[in-house]
């Protein structure tokens, strides 16, 4: 089993449409399109993701949910995600489990490194994710051409017809 293990923060503020939104103080969008977006890359790479951000000014404790299957955690009081992304890759490391860690900070990739982690870097993961996303509207667009419009073969003046009226007009 491969585990993509997300720098939320980290990412957000590399990716520019993360970092847009940030900027534009909707950070809850970009966590939300980050999530969406590595839901999306977990369902094509197969790969379990677990996003891991920081509970700046949060009291009290750890939270995790599932969101599109991809795990969120929002680290402790007093913990950044740095510390639990450490934990989380020693915890996570076994022989049939390879781990990656996405995260730009230089520290961060030495400190997983060293403890048998491989690292993506926040422009790497951009690159790929952008790959998947050209693949998987490449997929809908093959789906869609093979998929027949109707069941029952109409003629070009029938169809037509159906569409003015799906539409409302006489």
Excluded: C
Aim: no cysteine; aromatic share 8%.
């Amino acid at each position: 089993m491969d585990i993509l293990i997300v720098d939320g923060y980290n990412i957000i503020g590399a990716w520019p449409e993360l970092r847009k939104l940030k900027e534009e103080d909707d950070l809850a969008s970009a966590r939300d399109l980050l999530i969406s977006k590595m839901a999306e890359y977990q369902g094509f790479t197969g790969y379990k993701v677990i996003i891991v951000f920081d509970a700046h000014l949060v009291q009290g404790i750890e939270k995790k949910y599932k969101n599109y299957q991809v795990e969120v955690i929002f680290t402790r009081e007093n913990e950044t995600a740095d510390e639990r992304i450490e934990k989380l890759a020693k915890s996570l490391i076994n022989v049939r489990t390879k781990v990656y860690v996405a995260t730009s900070d230089y520290t961060e990739q030495w400190a997983i490194f060293g403890q048998g982690a491989l690292r993506k870097s926040a422009r790497e993961l951009l690159i790929e994710m952008e790959t998947i996303e050209k693949n998987i509207s490449k997929k809908v667009k093959i789906i869609q051409e093979k998929k027949p419009l109707s069941k029952i073969p109409l003629t070009d003046e029938v169809a037509r017809i159906f569409e003015k009226w799906r539409r409302g007009e006489k």
